[in-house]
C-alpha cells in the first residue's frame, strides 16, 4: 500500500518568555478539525510517529490537521527564561506553552489533545488555568499513561526521605556535569544490548519489539541529561487531581499499560474516578511506551474524540 502525501509545514510557535516551540503540522489549515499531541519527558514529538502513521490517511484526504511539537528543553525546542536557571521550572509551564501553541497555530475549529506522559500533565495543566477553552476550543481529550499527581516518593522510608531531600542538589550537580555526564552516555549508546536492556525493563511491556525499543531508545539518548535533570522535581511537584474539572466538561480516553512502572495503572484509576464519564482502557502486557507498543488503540480512541468534538 503507498504511503499517503501529505502536506507539511514547520512552525515555530514563540511564548509569552521568549521560548522558541518548534511544531511540525501536517494537513490543511482549513482541514474541519485539528489534533495535537504532547509527548513526554526526555521524549520529542518523534515519539507520536507510529500514531501520526496511522492517522495520514485522514490527514491526506483534508479531514483532519495534525500537530505534533517538541515541548520546551526538549527536541529543537529552547528553554526560554529558563535557560540559566531551572528552579522554578514547572508543568504548568509547558501547559501555558500548550496554550500558546493552541492561540497561535490553532485560532479557530474544533480541537482534540493527546498527551503522552508528562504531554498529558501538560493537558490537565492547560485545562486547570484556562478552563474556558474546554467544551467550547478543545472537544476532547486523551490522556495516555500519565498522571494527575503523586509521582514523589512518599517520604515513608529512609530511601525515600533521602531522595526527597538530596533531589534538588542531585539535580543541580547533574546540570553542572553535563557535559561529562553526556561523554559518559556515549560509551553506552541505544546500540548497545545494556542500554536496550536497561530501557526495555523500564519502559516497555513484554510484547515489545526490538525495533520499538531501539526506536524509543534513540528518541531518548538525543535528549540531554540538561533537560531530564530540569523536569525531575517540576514531575514530583505536579498534581493536579483537584483541578480536573474543566475536563469533566468534555470526552476523555484514558489509556494505560498494565505493565507501566513510571506511571502505573492507579494512577489512571485516580484519574479515572475524578472523571466518571472518562473511557479507562488497559492495555496487556504493554508498559509506559503505549504511543509506540500500542498506538492502533491510541488512534483508535483519538478517531472517537474527533468524532465526538466534530
Known sequence: MSTPTVL????????????????????????????????????????????????????ADGELRLIRYDQRGHGRSTWGR????????????????????????????????????????????????RPELFGDRVGGVALVSTSAGELAPPGETLAERLQVRLAPGLV?????????????????????????????????????????????????????????????????????????????GVPVEILVGDSDKLTPLRHSRTMAGALPDARLHVAERTGHMLIQERPHLVADALERLLVAAR
Open 82 to 129: 529558563y535557560a540559566d536557571d531551572v528552579a522554578e521550572l514547572s508543568i504548568d509551564q509547558l501547559g501555558a506553552d500548550l496554550g500558546d501553541l493552541l492561540d497561535q497555530l490553532v485560532p479557530t475549529g474544533p480541537v482534540v489533545l493527546g498527551g503522552h506522559s508528562m504531554g498529558g500533565m501538560t493537558i490537565m495543566c492547560l485545562a486547570a488555568a
Open 172 to 248: 543541580t550537580t547533574a546540570i553542572a556535569g553535563a557535559r561529562a555526564i553526556e561523554r559518559l552516555r556515549q560509551l553506552v549508546p541505544p546500540a548497545s544490548p545494556r542500554h536496550r536492556k536497561i530501557v526495555r525493563e523500564l519502559l516497555y511491556g513484554a510484547d515489545a519489539t526490538d525495533e520499538m525499543v531501539v526506536a524509543g531508545a534513540e528518541i531518548m539518548h538525543a535528549s540531554t541529561v540538561r533537560a531530564f535533570a530540569a523536569f525531575y522535581p517540576a514531575l514530583g511537584a505536579h498534581d493536579k487531581r483537584t483541578e480536573l474539572a474543566a475536563l469533566t
Open 8 to 59: 507539511r509545514r514547520v512552525a515555530a510557535v514563540r511564548t509569552g518568555d521568549g521560548a522558541l516551540v518548534h511544531a511540525v503540522v501536517d494537513g490543511a489549515d482549513d482541514a474541519p478539525a485539528t489534533v495535537v499531541l504532547a509527548h513526554g519527558w526526555t521524549l520529542a514529538q518523534a515519539a507520536w510517529d507510529d500514531v501520526a502513521a496511522l492517522l495520514a490517511p485522514r490527514v
